[in-house]
Protein backbone atom coordinates (compact mmCIF):
# COMPACT_ATOMS: atom_id res chain seq x y z
CA UNK A 1 0.00 0.00 0.00
CA UNK A 2 0.88 3.52 -0.49
CA UNK A 3 0.26 6.88 1.05
CA UNK A 4 0.41 9.92 -1.11
CA UNK A 5 0.29 13.64 0.14
CA UNK A 6 -0.31 16.82 -2.51
CA UNK A 7 0.95 20.30 -1.67
CA UNK A 8 1.90 23.05 -3.80
CA UNK A 9 -1.79 24.13 -4.79
CA UNK A 10 -3.23 27.62 -4.41
CA UNK A 11 -4.38 30.77 -6.15
CA UNK A 12 -3.01 31.94 -9.05
CA UNK A 13 -3.60 34.75 -11.72
CA UNK A 14 -4.77 33.57 -15.07
CA UNK A 15 -1.86 33.07 -17.50
CA UNK A 16 0.45 32.03 -14.33
CA UNK A 17 2.27 28.65 -13.09
CA UNK A 18 2.18 26.77 -10.35
CA UNK A 19 3.64 23.63 -9.20
CA UNK A 20 2.09 20.74 -7.41
CA UNK A 21 4.01 17.71 -5.75
CA UNK A 22 3.18 14.19 -4.21
CA UNK A 23 5.16 12.67 -2.12
CA UNK A 24 4.57 9.08 -1.53
CA UNK A 25 5.65 6.79 0.56
CA UNK A 26 4.73 2.67 1.95
CA UNK A 27 6.16 1.30 -1.33
CA UNK A 28 8.25 1.18 -4.11
CA UNK A 29 7.55 4.16 -5.66
CA UNK A 30 8.73 3.24 -9.16
CA UNK A 31 6.62 -0.02 -9.30
CA UNK A 32 3.48 2.28 -9.63
CA UNK A 33 1.83 4.29 -12.88
CA UNK A 34 0.84 7.77 -11.09
CA UNK A 35 -1.35 10.67 -12.03
CA UNK A 36 -3.05 13.75 -11.68
CA UNK A 37 -6.45 13.82 -11.47
CA UNK A 38 -9.11 17.33 -11.13
CA UNK A 39 -12.84 18.09 -9.40
CA UNK A 40 -14.55 21.04 -10.46
CA UNK A 41 -17.28 21.64 -8.77
CA UNK A 42 -20.36 20.04 -10.03
CA UNK A 43 -18.49 18.31 -12.35
CA UNK A 44 -16.88 14.56 -12.33
CA UNK A 45 -13.28 13.20 -11.45
CA UNK A 46 -11.33 13.66 -14.55
CA UNK A 47 -7.39 12.50 -16.08
CA UNK A 48 -5.17 15.26 -16.27
CA UNK A 49 -2.37 13.47 -16.53
CA UNK A 50 -0.06 10.30 -16.13
CA UNK A 51 3.04 8.63 -15.90
CA UNK A 52 3.94 5.36 -16.13
CA UNK A 53 6.87 3.57 -14.19
CA UNK A 54 8.75 3.59 -17.15
CA UNK A 55 8.26 7.15 -17.87
CA UNK A 56 5.82 7.22 -20.85
CA UNK A 57 3.09 9.89 -20.56
CA UNK A 58 -0.02 10.70 -21.16
CA UNK A 59 -2.72 14.15 -21.03
CA UNK A 60 -5.71 15.26 -21.23
CA UNK A 61 -6.39 17.36 -24.74
CA UNK A 62 -7.42 20.56 -22.43
CA UNK A 63 -4.18 20.59 -20.81
CA UNK A 64 -1.93 19.49 -23.58
CA UNK A 65 1.00 21.97 -24.39
CA UNK A 66 0.25 23.58 -20.78
CA UNK A 67 1.11 21.00 -17.91
CA UNK A 68 3.79 18.43 -17.87
CA UNK A 69 3.74 15.29 -15.68
CA UNK A 70 7.07 14.23 -14.17
CA UNK A 71 8.47 11.86 -11.68
CA UNK A 72 11.77 11.29 -9.43
CA UNK A 73 12.00 7.88 -8.35
CA UNK A 74 14.77 8.53 -6.29
CA UNK A 75 12.61 11.38 -4.08
CA UNK A 76 9.51 8.92 -4.12
CA UNK A 77 7.59 12.11 -5.74
CA UNK A 78 5.32 12.80 -8.55
CA UNK A 79 4.85 16.25 -10.46
CA UNK A 80 3.00 18.02 -12.42
CA UNK A 81 4.05 21.76 -13.70
CA UNK A 82 0.85 23.35 -14.78
CA UNK A 83 1.66 26.22 -16.77
CA UNK A 84 -0.53 29.07 -19.01
CA UNK A 85 -3.11 28.34 -16.37
CA UNK A 86 -6.95 29.12 -17.20
CA UNK A 87 -10.00 29.70 -15.23
CA UNK A 88 -11.07 26.40 -16.13
CA UNK A 89 -8.20 24.84 -14.30
CA UNK A 90 -9.64 25.28 -10.94
CA UNK A 91 -10.48 22.14 -9.28
CA UNK A 92 -9.31 20.28 -6.54
CA UNK A 93 -6.70 18.24 -7.93
CA UNK A 94 -6.11 14.17 -6.82
CA UNK A 95 -2.62 12.43 -6.79
CA UNK A 96 -3.25 8.66 -7.72
CA UNK A 97 -1.25 5.65 -7.77
CA UNK A 98 -2.14 2.44 -9.44
CA UNK A 99 -0.40 -0.86 -8.84
CA UNK A 100 -1.79 -3.43 -11.32
CA UNK A 101 -2.30 -7.40 -10.21
CA UNK A 102 -3.20 -10.34 -12.38
CA UNK A 103 -6.88 -9.06 -13.60
CA UNK A 104 -7.04 -6.07 -10.79
CA UNK A 105 -6.11 -2.36 -10.81
CA UNK A 106 -5.64 -0.89 -7.30
CA UNK A 107 -6.22 2.54 -7.00
CA UNK A 108 -4.61 4.95 -3.78
CA UNK A 109 -5.64 8.51 -3.88
CA UNK A 110 -4.29 11.78 -1.54
CA UNK A 111 -6.36 13.77 0.17
CA UNK A 112 -6.37 16.65 -2.67
CA UNK A 113 -4.83 20.16 -3.62
CA UNK A 114 -7.01 23.14 -4.16
CA UNK A 115 -5.99 24.58 -7.14
CA UNK A 116 -7.78 28.46 -7.82
CA UNK A 117 -7.30 30.41 -11.32
CA UNK A 118 -8.76 33.47 -11.13
CA UNK A 119 -7.86 37.84 -11.16
Known amino acids: QVHLVESGGGLVQPGGSLRLSCAAS????????MGWYRQAPGKQRELVAS???????NYADSVKGRFTISRDNAKNTVYLQMNSLKSEDTAVYYC?????????????WGQGTQVTVSS
Open 26 to 33: GSIFSGYD
Open 96 to 108: NAVRWGINTRYDY
Open 51 to 57: IAGGGST
